[in-house]
């Protein structure tokens, strides 16, 4: 089952910031998330596994709810070099790893 | 330290050919994930390989089957192509090994571009 992100699409100038969400109807194994930039295969930024963990490095984190349903990325200071699609990666008890259908962040200057 | 590789970078195959991929992964990592990502969308779960064998598999047809060798590098196999398998087929690779969750990080190749005409 896809889990939903959201938003779909974001628009930031340099220097704000972003949450982008990714949420399913039951429990998760893990989320990780990853970043695409057009034409380019994706780069892996974090995984979560546990439920109420906080991860983060520079200025990008991630958290993962204490049911373990939902995650949130978070972008402070958002810098050009963040454009690009975002995709949670998640794996339900039971079924298949699957990705969601990504949230397209562009930054200006 | 090499990172994934994969050939060819294009393919161009007709309705009703068959489609070979092929992938290598890091150095040390058992686990092989094929992705399809068609124009425009997401990332589809393929296949999953790890010390040669299948983990688990995405929801597509039977024509889609692969492989991981001994020395883990591992063939993607698309069989009676059909126009809507043109698509970039990735492929990443982890030190995962003998689990049924995925908890590592996936590290991707750039991905083999198939066009069926």
């Known amino acids: 089952q896809q889990p939903v992100q959201s938003p779909q699409a974001v628009i930031l100038r340099e220097g704000e910031d972003a949450v982008i969400n990714c949420s399913s109807s039951k429990a998760l194994y893990s989320v990780h998330w990853y970043r695409q930039k057009h034409g380019e295969a994706p780069v892996f930024l974090m995984i979560?596994?546990?439920?109420?963990e906080q991860k983060g490095h520079d200025k990008i984190s991630a958290s993962f709810n204490e049911k373990k349903q939902q995650s949130s990325l978070y972008l402070t200071a958002s810098q050009l070099s963040y454009s690009g699609t975002y995709f949670c990666g998640t794996h339900n008890y039971g079924q298949n790893f699957v990705f969601g259908p990504g949230t397209r962040l562009s930054v200006l200057p | 330290e090499a990172g994934v590789t994969q050939s060819p970078t294009h393919l161009i195959k007709t309705r009703g050919q068959q489609a070979t991929l092929r992938c290598s992964p890091i150095?040390?990592?058992?686990?092989v994930y094929w992705y399809q990502q068609a124009l425009g969308l997401g990332l589809q779960f393929l296949l999953w390989?790890?010390?040669?064998?299948?983990?688990n598999r995405g929801n597509f047809p039977p024509r889609f089957s692969g492989r991981q060798f001994p020395n883990y590098s591992s063939e993607l196999n698309v069989n009676a192509l059909e126009l809507e398998d043109s698509a970039l087929y990735l492929c990443a690779s982890s030190q995962q090994e003998g689990r049924t969750i995925l908890t590592d990080t996936q590290y991707f190749g750039p991905g083999t571009r198939l066009t069926v005409l």
């Open positions: 150095s040390g990592h058992t686990s």
């Open positions: 390989y790890d010390e040669g064998e299948e983990r």
């Open positions: 979560l596994l546990k439920g109420g």
